[in-house]
């Protein structure tokens, strides 16, 4: 897929941005372009990365035309050397950048995690302290005290201090 | 790392690098983010400079540096024509 002409490259991508692997892998099966769901992947992979270091080369290049306007005195080799630099610093700073998203990507997951751990907790001690009341008061009504006790135990137990009042 | 191991990680160096259109190299830290993309996503920067050592040294060589520079730091690597043909056939 990599020797493609970049129109049907581009064609594929955009295909796939809105298809599965699968589908992808499918259609293009139908245009008798052979490949699987894994040599797909890398190459959307290779495509992208691609991509954002064609724009960043362009970047740079507008960047040297600057210097070149602000600084004639710079050497060719000087140039170079600052395009260099400039497009290496542009690659480790993207690389930072996305690294900082996916810690902060997995940093919501986690809080979302903890918040449904959290929920569950709550859910389970709930359903537990319901559980236990109607256990309680099971256990009072078959007890094999008298009617007015049974009903003084209750009361006792649905209502507590109030039920004194 | 196995054989099998070495030869694929050093051919997942040259993917990486035949990504790039530019003339211009990538900094071995750049190189090691996206070896995930082709398996190894725990790249060891020493076996990364390894391979991509002996890339360098290969007869013809399967990749160059940008610019001759003696920190390893602020070294840069892209694929060479040889190192093209080597992943295209």
Known sequence: MKTLPAERQAAIVEYALSHSLSETVKWLRDDNVQTSSTALSLFLSWYRLQQRLA???????????????????LTLTQLEQAGQAFFSKLAIEQEDSLT??????????LGALDLSLKKFQ??????FLKWFED??????LNSSA????????????????DWKK | MTTEQTELFRKAVLEVL????????????????HMGIYGFPDCRMDDLLDALDYLERRDPPLVDQALKIISK??????????????LDS
């Open chain 2, 18 to 33: 035949s990504a790039n259109p530019s003339r211009r190299g990538l900094p071995a830290s750049a190189i090691a983010h």
């Open chain 1, 122 to 127: 709550r859910d389970t001690a709930e359903m």
């Open chain 1, 55 to 73: 724009v960043n080369e362009s970047t740079v290049e507008s960047l040297l035309e600057d210097l070149k306007r602000n600084d004639p005195s």
């Open chain 1, 146 to 161: 008298s009617n007015s006790d049974k009903i003084e135990q209750l009361g006792q137990l649905m209502f507590g201090e």
């Open chain 1, 100 to 109: 900082w998203k996916r810690i902060q990507d997995a940093k919501l997951k």
């Open chain 2, 73 to 86: 730091e602020n070294k840069a690597w892209r694929i060479t024509e040889a190192g093209e043909a080597f």
């Open chain 1, 135 to 140: 256990k309680r008061a099971k256990d009072h």
